[in-house]
């Protein structure tokens, strides 16, 4: 039987890993969706993959998470 002596960090592990959901959770209702002006510097990762975005809807999650994270981040300044 094998122990494993770092518990801890696998608990802070999971712990960040469901931080990271939640947050992503949060992002639904995110206020780049409601602004196309703020679309062509803020989304590279969509624009990348489909070009140019025409409709909320096409925008990727990542995106709205980096935005979101980007925000909270300038929030904290």
Known sequence: MIIYKDNGLNHSICCFLFSIVA????CESSAILDHPSE???????T????????ESSNILQWDIFIYE???NLKSLD
């Open 23 to 26: 947050a992503w959770y949060e």
């Open 47 to 54: 624009q990348l993959m489909y070009g140019t975005v025409h």
């Open 39 to 45: 679309w062509r510097n803020s989304i590279p990762i």
């Open 69 to 71: 994270a980007n925000l």
